[in-house]
């Protein structure tokens, strides 16, 4: 069974970083970060392939938002910088049994609250 758990959410300011970590378990799998602002829906963020070899990015986030992974410590990051108000979601980890360029997402994380404050 694949768990996938968040952790690193919180309140930052306008401008300021936070780091999330997805703790995975199982074999590596394309992983994924996505989000859902409130009263919306759920959006992609950023994937990253199995090896850590490609990832993709939503235009949104491009060059503010890195996403990694240490299969050794079976864990994937998000390091997300420049934050905005508009940046605040949910996040949640989800892994893929696909190429992560899909955008298709089996499992899930119960997600993390980040909020960004004006």
């Known amino acids: 069974q694949v768990q996938l758990v968040e952790s690193g959410g919180g309140l930052v300011q306008d401008g300021g970083s936070l780091r999330l970590t997805c703790a995975t378990s199982g074999q590596s799998r394309a992983v994924g970060w996505l989000r859902q602002p409130p009263g919306k829906e759920r959006e992609f963020v950023a994937a990253i392939s199995r090896s850590g070899g490609s990832t993709f990015y939503a235009d949104s986030v491009k060059d503010r938002f890195t996403i990694s992974r240490d299969n050794a410590k079976l864990a994937v990051y998000l390091q997300m910088n420049s934050l905005k108000p508009e940046d605040s979601a949910v996040f949640y980890c989800?892994?893929?049994?696909?190429?992560?360029?899909?955008?298709?997402?089996?499992?899930w994380g119960s997600g993390t609250q980040v909020t960004v404050s004006s």
């Open positions: 989800a892994a893929s049994d696909y190429a992560a360029e899909k955008n298709k997402w089996n499992y």
